[in-house]
């Protein structure tokens, strides 16, 4: 088949020949997404490229997505209707009404298990399966960037973005964070581009649960994230006012800004899935420094797993051992106590932990009884278990909407305990309400942890001449 070359990436023309000259016929796409890289991918190379039309996104992973469309101002020229997004069951329909001729994979913290699965459900229906890679779909920055990267969902990425941030303010200067998209509100038009510096913006852009998770920790620092769906709006708009860009990646996502320094984080918890998951893989063996995190709270042997196969994949990666300590706002709260721990969303759901940083500070500090939430749940909150049933004494904090918060609040002050233990990132008084006292606990870097990252960055940003 011939190849035209764009911008350095050879991309197939139609074989079809007229009178000596080329005749190109565009290929049907439907991209295979939950609301964030498919459409990054979209933009950057499906967006105003003649040879491509994107029929159709799918949906999953994350409610509420699929009955929606992709607007026809975001989608550009020969999108007047916008783009469908379909539910990801009626893939191999969709192929077959749409003549498709390749499909695109585009999420992630998957088993490669899952993701060949669904390659084969693709060939079957007779579409080829395409995941874009790097070179394809990462933006230039005029900035310097530091990614932070994961093997899985919950491995510690944004404790460890966090304390870089910190570490510039401490240098004099200024970091802005370019989060992972979690453009879940109904109207796309307004999430274009979001910057995230108060509590206001949080209200603003009617932030979800796990939205305000990965703000609202920045906001008390006094800074700055960025997020949305049009990332080089958003990269442009975020290198006006920063130093230095810090990607603070989304699940197991490789970056979708090119990195001058690669950080990802591994989870002994979790031994072995640095080399079988999707594309948390990819993050490992592209790393420049891959932080082994959680070592006070895992098996030995596991810490060395997880050693072995970095060096194995990437044998010229800096390691480093990462303590993850447990910040208890009141530790009395617990010893002794009934406790409902409720953990950060993802990390328990897709990211396949049946625990977090509540259910650890609950054994540390004590705790009785930990209540099994399952029976006293409603609504989207019982299929949240019946999808998830490895989740046995913890509530996953689910909150894509204001219907599912409230359902989420019910199911909370349903259950009979002394106290709650909220082991997510944000203040969930802000948003719900509890019949119950509510303690908060957080994961944090630890002094050493921190000097160890102070040593690859500090350097890294002296190359750059900004020390």
Known sequence: MPFYRENNLYKPLSDSWASGVLVTKKKNVIIMGAAGRDFHNFNVYFRGNSLYHVVAFTATQIPDIAGRKYPAKLAGEGYSDGIPIYKEDHLPELIQKHDVDLVVFAYSDLPYSYVMGKSAVVNAAGADFVLLGPKSTMLASNKPVIAVCAVRTGCGKSQVSRTI???????????????????????????????????????????????????????????????????????????????????????????????DLLITIADPHRPGHELQYYPGEVNVRAADVVVINKVNTAQKQDIETVRSNIKTINPTARIIDGVSSVQVDDPAAIKGKTVLVIEDGPTVTHGGMPYGAGTVAAKQYGAKTLVDPRPFAVG??????????????????????????????????????????????????????????????RYGVDEQTAKKLEDVVLPFLKKKKLL
């Not at 401490?170 to 109207?187: F, T």
Request: glycine share 6%.
């Open 165 to 259: 941030f910190k570490m510039l303010q401490e240098n004099g200067l200024k970091g802005a964070s370019i989060r992972h998209p979690m453009p879940y509100d109904q109207d796309l038009m307004t999430q274009i581009c979001q910057r995230f510096a108060s509590y206001e913006d949080l209200e603003r852009y009617n932030c979800t649960i796990e939205e305000r998770e990965e703000y609202e920790p920045y906001i008390d620092l006094h800074g700055v994230v960025y997020a949305g769906v049009d990332y080089q709006e958003i990269l442009h708009t975020a290198e006006r006012e920063a130093d230095v860009i810090i990607w603070d990646g989304g699940n197991n996502d490789f970056s979708f800004i090119k990195p």
């Open 380 to 441: 989207s909150i019982i299929e949240t278990f019946k999808k998830y049933p490895h989740l046995t004494n913890v509530l996953p904090a689910m909150g894509y909407g204001k219907k599912q918060i409230r359902e989420l609040e019910q199911t909370i002050n349903n259950i009979d305990c002394d106290v709650v233990l909220s082991g997510t990132p944000i203040d969930l008084t802000r948003v719900l309400k509890t019949k119950k006292p509510l303690a908060r606990v």
